[in-house]
């Protein structure tokens, strides 16, 4: 008889899969299976601790990165996508703007988490992300998640949730809080740097109630978007959007064309400087249009 899981964490080729309130180790038959954190399958029971992985149930939303040679899925059936960052050990502001267009190119719930918020340096980049992305409409939370997360508990309720965002901004220490006991492996910098150890190698979810899942990912150097089309870039940019349609021309690219409404935006600064030079350096980047 089959039963449905719920893959809960992956490593390589094994799974670990829930089954009723059972965790399994999940394997599978096929020598490459590419099923990830989120992903609902169906199985059958080995024995008391191994479940073999035979069947995908259809995914209602995956959550996956690019570049020019791969493509990497990072969790699937997510409903909200939390933005994680923090000034410290470095931001990078282009990392936040290209999973913000990811959710919008996927019709994804999105949030933004600026974490750290007690750090002296953070009430300028605080600052910051609420003047490029609170003013386009993005919700923004600030946390210092290291003290509490309450402000995050009634946004993330009967969702699942993924926590997406670079090494070291706090994505497991927000995940531990929410979960309050040590069971997602936090990565202390400090630690790390010695040892080149203690960092979560794999994305894991968490049950905070019944309906209400975390999945704390590793953390991404970058967050490639190389799969998106040109023509529908600038759909994804909420303070672009509402003026398609009013450049001269039909097909412009809104980078070098005449009468381009969305430039004329940028040079009378009505837009970000940023988002405008963001939105060039992101269409140059896409997957060469092939004629
Ligand atoms: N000051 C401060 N440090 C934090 C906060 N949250 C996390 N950290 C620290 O940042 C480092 C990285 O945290 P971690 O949760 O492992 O980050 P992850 O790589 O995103 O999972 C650890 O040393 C944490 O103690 C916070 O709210 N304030
Ligand atoms: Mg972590
Ligand atoms: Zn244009």
Same mark, same amino acid.
């Given at each position: 008889?089959? *039963?449905?899981?719920?893959?809960?964490?992956?490593?390589?080729?094994?799974?670990?899969?829930?089954?009723?309130?059972?965790?399994? *180790?999940?394997?599978?038959? %096929?020598?490459? !299976?590419?099923?990830?954190?989120?992903?609902?399958?169906?199985?059958?029971?080995?024995?008391?601790?191994? %479940?073999?992985?035979?069947?995908?149930? =259809?995914?209602?939303? +995956? $959550?996956?990165? !690019?570049?020019?040679?791969?493509?990497?899925?990072?969790?699937? /059936?997510?409903?909200?996508?939390?933005?994680?960052? !923090?000034?410290?050990?470095?931001? /990078?502001?282009?990392?936040?703007?290209?999973?913000?267009?990811?959710?919008?190119?996927?019709?994804?719930?999105?949030?933004?988490?600026?974490?750290? !918020?007690?750090?002296?340096?953070?009430?300028?980049? $605080? %600052?910051?992300?609420?003047?490029?992305?609170?003013?386009?409409?993005?919700?923004?939370?600030?946390?210092?998640?290291?003290?509490?997360?309450?402000?995050?508990? =009634?946004?993330?309720?009967?969702?699942? /949730?993924?926590?997406?965002?670079?090494?070291?901004?706090?994505?497991?220490?927000?995940?531990?809080?929410?979960?309050?006991?040590?069971?997602?492996?936090?990565?202390?910098?400090?630690?790390? @740097?010695?040892?080149?150890? @203690?960092?979560?190698?794999?994305?894991?979810?968490?049950? $905070?109630?019944?309906?209400?899942?975390?999945?704390?990912?590793?953390?991404?150097?970058?967050?490639?978007?190389? *799969? +998106?089309? *040109?023509?529908?870039?600038?759909?994804?940019? =909420?303070?672009?959007?509402?003026?398609?349609?009013?450049?001269?021309?039909?097909?412009?690219? @809104? $980078?070098?064309?005449?009468?381009?409404?969305?430039?004329?935006?940028?040079?009378?600064?009505?837009?970000?400087?940023?988002?405008?030079?963001?939105?060039?350096?992101?269409?140059?980047?896409?997957?060469?249009?092939?004629?």
């Amino acid at each position: 008889m089959k *039963h449905q899981g719920l893959i809960t964490s992956s490593y390589g080729r094994m799974y670990k899969v829930l089954v009723g309130d059972t965790y399994y *180790h999940g394997v599978t038959k %096929a020598k490459k !299976s590419d099923y990830v954190v989120g992903d609902y399958v169906l199985v059958d029971i080995i024995n008391q601790e191994q %479940a073999q992985i035979t069947d995908l149930i =259809p995914r209602n939303s +995956l $959550i996956y990165r !690019s570049d020019r040679y791969k493509s990497k899925q990072i969790a699937s /059936n997510v409903d909200q996508i939390i933005v994680v960052t !923090s000034v410290t050990p470095n931001y /990078n502001l282009d990392f936040i703007s290209n999973s913000l267009i990811f959710a919008e190119s996927e019709c994804i719930s999105v949030l933004l988490v600026v974490n750290k !918020s007690l750090l002296n340096e953070s009430k300028e980049y $605080i %600052a910051l992300i609420n003047e490029l992305y609170g003013s386009i409409g993005y919700l923004v939370v600030t946390l210092n998640g290291i003290d509490s997360v309450d402000a995050l508990i =009634p946004l993330i309720k009967n969702k699942t /949730n993924v926590l997406i965002g670079q090494s070291g901004v706090g994505k497991s220490t927000i995940t531990n809080q929410l979960l309050q006991k040590k069971s997602a492996k936090t990565n202390d910098i400090m630690k790390s @740097h010695n040892s080149g150890k @203690h960092t979560t190698t794999n994305a894991n979810l968490y049950f $905070i109630d019944n309906e209400t899942k975390i999945i704390d990912c590793p953390g991404l150097q970058e967050f490639g978007l190389y *799969h +998106l089309e *040109h023509d529908r870039l600038i759909e994804y940019f =909420p303070e672009f959007k509402k003026y398609i349609g009013q450049c001269k021309f039909a097909n412009c690219k @809104h $980078i070098e064309e005449p009468n381009c409404i969305i430039r004329e935006l940028f040079t009378n600064n009505l837009v970000s400087k940023y988002r405008y030079e963001y939105y060039v350096r992101l269409y140059t980047s896409l997957r060469p249009i092939i004629k």
